[in-house]
């Protein structure tokens, strides 16, 4: 690109100059307590996002998830513990021929904290030793910033890209559920138009370019209650989930050899993405001297890019069946939920070489592209075909949902200048 290095000089240029500024916001945006559950200030931080965007000259719209699609979505899901509305934030920065878009996302939620652990206010937003601490400085109000700020050095200098970008601020990514993503593709502001995605819900020291799927999969054992007296007179429905779940871990043991042609982050011996089944909660038994006639277990399914939900049902449902078939006096009830697919971009796709090599010339150090052993809702926004990469502002040791969460400021300057970059490489500069 002609004259790319002048553009980014000058854009790098009043990074460096806001920083300060840029650091006071992502300070601001932790001392709202967006923690999910219960997620009942996402009006206030979408209203301060929006504010800012506007202020600075860049169009930004407020949309509210309507509460009975909320609550009806989230019940589908098992989701029932949040209060408040759902307000999501879309900003748009046009292009001279609008074409091609770039989507960015973030999410506003963040998990809870116990103040009583930390030593800082976790919802204060404290600068210390070249850091900010506090709940979701990593995770990722952190990245919400870089978002914002990288969008508004092109408004202020005046720098007039090709191409649109679309910044989306979305809710209850760590709640799951009927999230602001799904909202927006529901509503069509997230659609096949759009030529890529940046997620920033990630770190600074790899690019991830695939996710794991989920499914949570709710299986009821029914059997027949009885007096405890005479209890050989019941059907013990815990008992029998008790020797379903045995064979679930066997069915567990054999996906957790499985292994994707992606790579990971080495996580102990396990170098490429891998699957599982885990049984993970177990509901049961009326009073101490009533033979259960019901037990629900949930389990917890991930599956990597090369499985699908249907077979990986399907292997959970052979073993039911053939567990009832051996056992006619229980029936088994199976119904799944939650679920987040699994998903997977060509490392050899352009979008992953252009971010590789943008983050190469900010960080001086060349970042690989590899799958993460997590799930979140930036999937369905793959499962639509846009390519989609996540890059954000957390390292390792910054704690993400743990105790004294922080992030380092030159991160947060180091993000910020990424994804200028990526905009000015695949959007491309107009002509002025």
Not at 82 to 108: D, F, M, Q, W
């Amino acid at each position: 690109m002609e004259n790319y290095g002048g553009i980014v000089e000058k854009l790098d240029e009043w990074v460096e100059e806001h920083i300060n500024d840029l650091v006071d916001f992502v300070c601001k945006l932790i001392r709202v307590d967006t923690s999910v559950p219960p997620g009942k200030n996402y009006d206030k931080i979408a209203e301060m996002i929006a504010d800012k965007l506007n202020e600075v000259g860049i169009k930004a719209e407020l949309h509210e998830i309507p509460e009975k699609l909320l609550m009806e979505k989230m019940k589908e899901d098992g989701i029932t513990d949040i209060s408040g509305p759902r307000t999501n934030v879309v900003a748009y920065l046009e292009g001279k021929e609008r074409k091609p878009k770039v989507l960015t996302n973030g999410h506003t939620d963040v998990v809870p904290a116990r103040p009583d652990k930390w030593s800082v206010d976790p919802f204060k937003g404290v600068v210390k030793n070249g850091r900010i601490y506090g709940r979701g400085s990593s995770d990722m109000k952190g990245s919400l910033g870089a978002m914002i700020y990288s969008m508004w050095a092109f408004k202020d200098l005046n720098i007039k890209l090709n191409g649109d970008i679309v910044a989306t601020f979305t809710t209850d990514e760590e709640l799951g559920g009927y999230t602001g993503i799904r909202y927006f593709i529901d509503k069509g502001i997230i659609n096949k138009d759009m030529d890529y995605c940046i997620s920033t819900d990630g770190t600074i020291e790899e690019i991830n370019i695939a996710d794991l799927g989920d499914v949570e999969v709710v299986i009821t054992v029914w059997g027949k209650p009885y007096h405890s007296g005479t209890g050989w007179r019941g059907v013990n429905a815990i008992e029998h989930a008790a020797s379903l779940i045995n064979r679930l871990v066997e069915l567990g043991k054999k996906i957790g050899e499985r292994r994707s042609k992606i790579p990971i982050k080495p996580i102990d011996d396990v170098k490429y993405m891998r699957p599982g089944l885990y049984v993970n909660v177990i509901e049961g038994g009326l009073k101490p001297n009533i033979i259960p006639y019901k037990c629900t277990i949930i389990v917890d399914r991930r599956m990597i890019p090369e499985e699908n939900l249907e077979d990986s049902l399907e292997e959970i449902r052979k073993v039911i069946n053939k567990y009832v078939k051996e056992h006619p006096e229980v029936s088994i009830d199976m119904h799944h939920r939650a679920y987040y697919p699994p998903g997977a971009l060509d490392p050899d796709h352009p979008l992953v070489k252009i971010v590789k090599e943008v983050t190469k010339e900010v960080l001086g150090e060349e970042l690989l592209a590899v799958g993460g052993q997590g799930s979140t809702d930036v999937a369905f926004i793959g499962a639509l075909g846009i390519p989609t990469v996540c890059i954000g502002v957390g390292r390792e040791e910054s704690n993400a949902h743990g105790v004294d969460e922080n992030i380092r400021i030159e991160d947060l300057k180091a993000l910020t200048k990424i994804l200028i970059r990526c905009y000015v490489r695949l959007l491309g500069v107009a002509d002025t």
